[in-house]
């Protein structure tokens, strides 16, 4: 939030854009956006089903219900009022759930800290009473994977339309801005009382809750600890406030991925590449298509598997080593890159990605990397920060290409095809070889022998 409100909100409504998408048709062409939309896209989706997944899974926990009749009717609720309000209704239905969000789970922590089987959990951080001490140490062979972590996190998370629908639909900078440093503020206040409630259930004697032996860390259920502790620590009817509490979170995300996947497919796709002569109302039609579409698409694959990291992985990954390093140079270096150097960085990004490998998707680890330990089952544990190195060779990739194709041009051994009406790049990097009054203003590049030469091209 604090990264986006300083160095993107200007840069994003300094031209009046409407997606995150805007900025690359405008650079590079619409065949070129075209292909660097799609991992938006799916990170969308992908996020749809990591939220959804974790909403079923901890309904099923507390109110013993299926996990796949609670997610289907969160997603229907979630795609109704998305369609029926669009960006009002996310805007106001945000508010309440933000509301309940706070006082719901704040609610819970009393009741969970007086519980008779948990103990102090501030002894427990660092005492061995019912379970291990739950405060760890961070290891320096591990500084590299946290940081890669922690670098994932902020800056991929600039990538993601839903950030930018909010940042230009304020009425001001300044407006736009203060939203940004106000969340950096509020989003680790909501984090607390999860953070106190799993303190707590780290320091709980199980058996003498009706959940038993062995705990849920020690039997893999570390995940769904929140709606477990909610569901045995607390009376019945403040588990369900809990429950409602998570709910509400979970919509507040899915409608705002909804309505983000949506409005890129109806503005950045269908208008500006399938049919340019499309009205209002068409592009109307194509977003609600889309957020029904997005919506189905995403609780369909929160049904077919049960990993909730599974799904974080692909939408985090994708946005971090693929999409974040197009945004970066889109908005700062844009006179430096063009539509070569894009494309030339997105496809090694992704080529190494899949070499590098994920147990989790089935993808196997053969490209071996600085510090790997390999693991009894044969796969390799990466200590090196390899998502932040990809990243950063995309960048590196995208500059050098692009110097390249714009030398070649200069030498007139590349020719380009015309899509976007002006090339940016070429004015800046090679300004003597652009002509505003030629058919095509971004591809007529021309000797500078002489003026006869030229005219005669």
């Known amino acids: 939030m604090i990264i986006g409100g300083l160095f993107l909100v200007k840069p994003i409504r300094s031209k009046s854009y409407v997606t995150l998408m805007d900025p ?24 749809i089903a990591c939220i959804l997944g974790a909403l079923g899974g901890t309904i099923s926990v507390v109110m013993d219900i299926s996990s ?47 519980s008779p089987p948990a103990a102090n959990f501030t ?3 660092v005492t061995h009473l019912y379970q ?29 339309q839903a950030f930018y629908q909010r940042v230009l639909s304020t009425a001001t900078d300044t407006q736009a801005k203060m939203t940004c440093y106000v969340a950096a503020v509020l989003c680790p206040i909501l984090g607390i009382p999860s953070l106190i ?46 429950v409602g509490a998570l709910a ?29 002569q499309a009205s209002e109302k068409q592009i109307l039609i194509v977003v609600k298509v889309s957020i029904f579409l997005c919506g189905s698409i995403g609780a369909a694959l929160a049904m077919t598997s049960s990993s909730i990291h599974l799904f974080w992985i692909i939408s985090a990954d994708v946005l971090y080593s693929m999409m974040a390093p197009q945004v970066i140079c889109t908005f700062f270096f844009k006179e430096w890159v063009n539509e070569f150097g894009a494309c030339s960085g997105f496809v090694v990004a992704i080529l190494l990605r899949v070499l590098v490998g994920e147990t989790l998707l089935g993808l196997p680890d053969v490209l071996p990397l600085p510090w790997d330990k390999i693991q009894e089952d044969g796969h390799r544990y990466r200590l ?28 007139r051994l590349l020719k380009r095809t015309c899509d976007t009406e002006v090339d940016t790049t070429l004015q800046i990097m090679a300004p003597d070889l652009v002509k505003d009054d030629w058919p095509c203003k971004e591809q007529r590049l021309i000797s500078q022998e002489s003026n006869e030469e030229q005219e005669k091209y």
């Open 248 to 276: 509400a979170s979970v919509m507040s995300s899915i409608d705002s991925a909804l309505l983000s996947a949506a409005s890129q497919v109806g503005r950045n796709f269908f208008k500006n590449i399938i049919y340019k």
């Open 132 to 160: 291990e001490p739950w405060i760890g140490k961070l290891e320096l062979e591990n500084a590299g994977r946290w940081t890669d972590d922690i670098l994932l996190v902020s800056i991929g998370g600039i990538c993601y």
């Open 384 to 411: 090196f920060p390899f998502r932040t190195a990809i990243m950063l060779l995309n960048i590196g990739i995208n500059f050098l290409v692009s110097r390249v194709t714009v030398w070649l041009s200069q030498k």
């Open 24 to 47: 690359f048709q405008e650079k590079y062409g619409n065949t070129v956006a075209a292909i660097l939309f799609l991992p938006g896209l799916l990170a969308d989706i992908f996020w």
């Open 197 to 242: 409630i799993g303190a707590v259930a780290a320091s709980t004697n199980w058996n003498q809750t009706t959940y038993g032996t062995p705990s849920p860390y020690e039997g893999g259920k570390a995940g769904m600890i929140l709606p477990i502790a909610l569901h045995n620590l607390c009376p019945s009817y403040i588990s369900v406030i809990g």
């Open 123 to 125: 002894l427990a951080a």
């Open 68 to 114: 796949s009749l609670a997610m289907s009717i969160s997603a229907a609720v979630a795609i109704i009022y998305t369609l029926m309000g669009g960006l009002y209704s996310v805007a106001y239905t945000d508010v309440i759930q933000l509301s309940f969000m706070f006082f719901g789970l704040w609610l819970c922590v009393p009741f969970i800290l007086t």
